[in-house]
Every structure is written in C-alpha cells, then in structure tokens.
C-alpha cells in the first residue's frame, strides 16, 4: 500500500514537478512574508545601533575617495549646521504627520467601535422592552390555569438576563 504512493509519485514527473514548483512557491511566499514583517521592525532599531560605525566608515571613505584632500577645519560643525534644516525642515513635521495620522487613525476606530457598541445595545434593550411588553400583555384565556406563575418566571428571566 505504503509502495503504490511512492510508484504513482514517480511514474508522473510532470506532477512531480508542479508538486515541488507549488511548494518552492509557497516557501519563497512565506520568506517574503517574514522579511515584510521583520525589517521594518528591525531595521530602525539597526540603523540606530550602527549610526556612529557606518558615519566613521563614511568618513574613511569620503577620505579615500577624495585622495585625503577633504579635511573638515572645524571639527564637524559645519555638517551638524548642514544637517539640522534638514532635520527640523523634514523629519521633525514628517513624524508629526506620521503620528498624527496614527493617533486620528485609532481614535476613529475606537470612537467607530463605541457607537457600534451602543447601537447593538439599544437594539438588545429596544428587544427587551419588546419581550416585556409581549409577557405583559400575554391574554388569560389562552394561558395555563398557572397564568401568574408563568409571566412571573418570563419576568424573573428577564430580570435576569439584565442584571
């Protein structure tokens, strides 16, 4: 039994194929998945970490490139007054929109959530009142001798399911 599988599997290599084509597929799918999921968490987190490591290599670099010729008189001031309209022109008011759009984002949805919550509720005690009114207005003819009992428990599981 365990035999016939293997045979079938081999006497098709086209199937074969496609078999190990879908599956190389799939684990190329999940990879992407896992790096769109992973860089941008760790990518930041690096970037910080080896800020000063890839600055210094560039430095080397920019020494290299420009046959030692290029010496910075002032200690790196000049690239710090350089940088800083770029950082409070750029990136400060870019993350203040990035955070201000998330912030807008989740009281949306919280605020879409609350009313949501409300509307199924008054919809529940709009039933409710509904169930109560139809108990209460239960005719006696038609009712059990033991009438007054039954509404009475209709009313105590109300009361229960209330409270």
């Given at each position: 039994?365990?035999?016939?599988?293997?045979?079938?599997?081999?006497?098709?290599?086209?199937a074969?194929?496609?078999?190990?084509?879908?599956?190389?597929?799939?684990?190329?799918?999940?990879?992407?998945?896992?790096?769109l999921?992973?860089?941008?968490?760790?990518?930041?987190?690096?970037?910080?970490?080896?800020?000063?490591?890839?600055?210094?290599?560039?430095?080397?670099?920019?020494?290299?490139?420009?046959?030692?010729?290029?010496?910075?008189?002032?200690?790196?001031?000049?690239?710090?007054?350089?940088?800083?309209?770029?950082?409070?022109?750029?990136?400060?008011?870019?993350i203040?929109?990035?955070?201000?759009?998330?912030?807008?984002?989740?009281?949306?949805?919280?605020?879409?959530?609350?009313?949501?919550v409300?509307?199924?509720?008054?919809?529940?005690?709009?039933?409710?009142?509904?169930?109560?009114?139809?108990?209460?207005?239960?005719?006696?003819?038609l009712?059990?001798?033991?009438?007054?009992?039954?509404?009475?428990?209709?009313?105590?599981?109300?009361?229960?399911?209330?409270?």
């Open positions: 039994a365990g035999g016939g599988s293997l045979g079938a599997s081999s006497a098709d290599p086209a074969d194929a496609k078999r190990s084509a879908r599956r190389d597929a799939e684990r190329m799918t999940r990879a992407i998945d896992d790096l999921r992973y860089v941008p968490v760790f990518s930041p987190i690096l970037a910080y970490m080896t800020y000063e490591d890839v600055a210094r290599t560039f430095n080397v670099l920019i020494d290299l490139l420009s046959s030692r010729n290029w010496v910075p008189v002032d200690g790196g001031a000049y690239a710090a007054q350089i940088i800083t309209p770029a950082i409070n022109g750029i990136v400060v008011p870019s203040a929109i990035l955070f201000a759009t998330l912030i807008s984002n989740t009281v949306t949805t919280l605020r879409q959530r609350q009313i949501d409300r509307t199924a509720l008054n919809m529940e005690a709009g039933e409710i009142r509904v169930l109560e009114s139809m108990v209460d207005s239960l005719p006696e003819g009712l059990p001798s033991g009438s007054n009992d039954a509404q009475d428990r209709c009313r105590a599981y109300l009361v229960q399911y209330t409270t």
